[in-house]
């Protein structure tokens, strides 16, 4: 049985981050390649596909359990396009995603879970946070804001908040996404060069790499306080987006596989139904 739970978890166990972050451009497990890779993205499709259906039933059905995927990320990493490609191959009645920018300044009149907590994914749902609490500790500790003892502060209360999330049913699956300095900035010249891309492009995003090595310091701190054994730290290599897709994916199918989201129990006589049908004939 003990064999079973490891290859199910071998993707999980590879990326869990316990020390040193592997290279952005590297592939520490599954595929090496991009065809192999969208070939096999094409199967976890059909089998997160599944998964899901299993988990929104599980939920109409009165079950309280969901799970969080919280990415994480510099600019161009892909939050946006894992969502897409990833998310986009389930029923999107099944998911509740939640981008979170800069605090408005009413969300800034609450503490700052306030409006994380908001956005909650409810039993039976996968839900998605593009950028998350751990937004409020890294921008402000970058800009010069937030004090050691706030941030040791913090920690505490996400760790808190998180195990709430686990012992309520909410498995939460946190993952960075690994970029390059060199791929983020081919990206953003991508993003001025290309017409239909300038929407994505974001002046501040310049400013925010001429602090890359503060935002790394940053995130290796948050990686070590906050990686706990209910809801631990993946790392996602992410120059090559064919690897980052495959990889999120294959990280949500292990944990709802192991999961096990069970189709509830018609309340009702199925044989009694169908027999019921027999005597239907079409609308006049």
């Known amino acids: 049985m003990a064999k079973k739970k490891d290859e199910g978890s071998r993707v999980r166990d590879a990326l869990r981050i316990t020390g040193e972050l592997p290279d952005p451009g590297s592939a520490p497990v599954g595929p090496g390649k991009k065809p192999k890779a ?5 199967d976890a499709g059909q089998r997160l596909a599944a998964l899901q259906e299993a988990l929104y039933a599980e939920g109409v059905g009165g079950g309280r359990r969901s799970v969080l995927l919280v990415l994480q990320g510099m600019d161009t990493s892909g939050k946006g396009g894992t969502v897409s490609h990833v998310l986009g191959l389930v029923n999107p009645m099944g998911v509740h995603y939640a981008g979170f920018k800069a605090p408005t300044p009413a969300e800034r009149r609450h503490h700052y879970l306030w409006r994380i907590r908001k956005q909650l ?4 749902q996968i839900g998605v946070f593009d950028r998350s609490h751990y937004e409020d500790i890294l921008v402000p500790r970058v800009s010069g804001l937030l004090s050691a003892a706030e941030r040791r502060r913090r920690y505490g209360e996400i760790n808190a908040f998180e195990q709430e999330l686990a012992e309520g049913g909410t498995t939460v699956v946190k993952v960075f996404l690994h970029i390059s300095p060199e791929e983020q900035l081919k990206r953003l010249k991508a993003r001025l060069e290309t017409p239909e891309k300038h929407w ?3 002046p501040g995003d310049l400013e925010a790499r001429s602090h890359w090595p503060a935002y790394q310091e940053a995130y290796a701190d948050i990686f070590k306080k906050t990686s706990t054994d209910h809801a631990p730290w993946h790392v996602v290599p992410a120059d090559h987006k064919w690897y980052r897709n495959w990889a ?3 990280l949500l199918i292990e944990t709802l596989t192991e999961l096990d989201p069970k189709f509830p129990e018609p309340g009702f006589d199925v044989a009694a139904e169908l027999a019921k049908l027999k005597g239907v004939g079409v609308p006049a």
């Open 38 to 42: 969208l070939a096999k993205l094409d």
């Open 121 to 124: 994914p409810v039993a039976g």
């Open 200 to 202: 994505k492009y974001n």
């Open 248 to 250: 999120v994916a294959e």
